[in-house]
């Protein structure tokens, strides 16, 4: 079936390193890629989207490209900051389709 | 405010007791979800709305129940609540501008429910 996985968490850097958070689906078809943050006590937010193959997100320092051959979008940033720590979630759907399918989720800790 | 709250934040009930969780969004986006977030399963989808008096089962349905008279609003009731329904639930909303849209989904501050 449909489906994301993203590397196991917690995460825990610090300041300025170098971020990289695995995420991989399996799916039928073309999907759209996200990846989407939340932060303590609040819901999650879109980060950045990719929608179709070799498309690459970006945001707030966050950069994450969409690779068919290897069924891919990860998540990097060059230097993370403590205002990055928050759980991040990968996510898929399809072209005129609102059934959005969800990662695990990964909580990162970024300490000064 | 604009935007899209939900209330209660906080739920604590007893097995058995029928809940209720409110939606509410200002953006008259016409599609709506329900998600729960669990440790280790990342975020579920319950059910979702396309419009008023539109809906349809997502992922883990069974146990809830849906509504939407109104497009602003999309109440989610647990009829008989049990302890395996003790989650975070968030409530979403996109624009739905139909054929060729990657709709955004725009989420609430969640609901904390536990059923002791």
């Known amino acids: 079936g449909n489906s994301v996985t993203q590397m196991e968490g917690p995460v825990t850097l610090s300041e300025e390193a170098f971020l990289t958070i695995n995420c991989t689906y399996t799916a039928t078809g073309y999907p759209s890629l996200f990846w989407y943050v939340q932060y303590p006590g609040e819901g999650l937010q879109l980060l950045l989207k990719?929608?179709?193959?070799?498309d690459k997100g970006s945001n707030k320092g966050f950069e994450a490209t969409y690779r068919k051959e290897t069924t891919s979008f990860h998540l990097e940033k060059g230097s993370v900051q403590v205002s990055d720590s928050a759980v991040y979630f990968c996510?898929?759907?399809?072209?005129?389709?609102?059934?959005?399918?969800f990662g695990a989720g990964t909580r990162l800790t970024v300490k000064p | 405010d604009a935007g899209i709250t939900q209330s209660p934040r906080y739920k604590i009930t007893e097995t058995g007791r029928q809940v209720t969780l409110m939606c509410h969004q200002t953006w008259s986006h016409s599609y709506m979800f329900w998600y729960r977030q669990d440790l280790g399963h990342g975020l579920r989808l319950i059910y979702y709305s396309a419009a008023a008096d539109i809906t349809d089962k997502g992922e883990v349905p069974d146990g809830y129940v849906v509504s939407r008279s109104k497009t602003e609003n999309f109440p989610l009731t647990l009829e008989s609540a049990t302890r395996s329904q003790t989650s975070v639930y968030f409530c979403a909303s996109a624009r739905g501008e139909g054929a060729g849209s990657y709709n955004e989904q725009f989420f609430g501050p969640g609901t904390r429910l536990t059923v002791l």
């Open positions: 990719a929608t179709k193959a070799d």
């Open positions: 996510a898929l759907s399809w072209y005129n389709n609102n059934d959005m399918r």
